[in-house]
């Protein structure tokens, strides 16, 4: 499967951007979806996770409450809705899909992950 990216942008603190992430294929419902992030000079990390049907999702704690992770597999889309965005959630956000089911304690890790996207880059100016 191949993913791409889009709804980077530019954003004051305390504002919203939307992400999403676009699948190829016929087969994007069967595949656990994730998103990451990386900040300049630190390493990749999670940020969220949504089950293969949509019904159950996982989040980092620095996001919860502020973030959402959804999907709409008739459109072969994930989205990230960011609220209340922080300048230390400035980063590139990837998107990414597990060929298989990852148990929850497992979800965080990115080595989990088979395909991925190609980043999109979100700022945030305080």
């Known amino acids: 499967v191949q993913l791409q990216a889009s709804g980077a942008g530019l954003v004051q603190a305390g504002g919203s951007l939307r992400l999403s992430c676009a699948a190829s294929?016929?087969?994007?419902?069967?595949?656990?979806m994730g998103w990451f992030r990386q900040a300049a000079g630190k390493e990749r990390e999670f940020v969220a996770h949504?089950?293969?049907?949509?019904?159950?999702?996982y989040y980092a704690d620095s996001v919860k409450g502020r973030f959402t992770i959804s999907r709409d597999n008739a459109k072969n889309t994930v989205y990230l809705e960011m609220n209340r965005l922080k300048p230390e959630d400035t980063a590139v956000y990837y998107c990414?899909?597990?060929?298989?089911?990852?148990?929850?304690?497992?979800?965080?890790?990115?080595?989990?992950?088979?395909?991925w996207g190609q980043g999109t880059l979100v700022t945030v100016s305080s």
């Open positions: 990414a899909a597990s060929k298989n089911d990852i148990i929850v304690t497992a979800v965080r890790m990115y080595t989990m992950y088979d395909y």
């Open positions: 294929g016929r087969t994007f419902s069967r595949y656990p």
């Open positions: 949504i089950r293969r049907g949509g019904g159950t999702t």
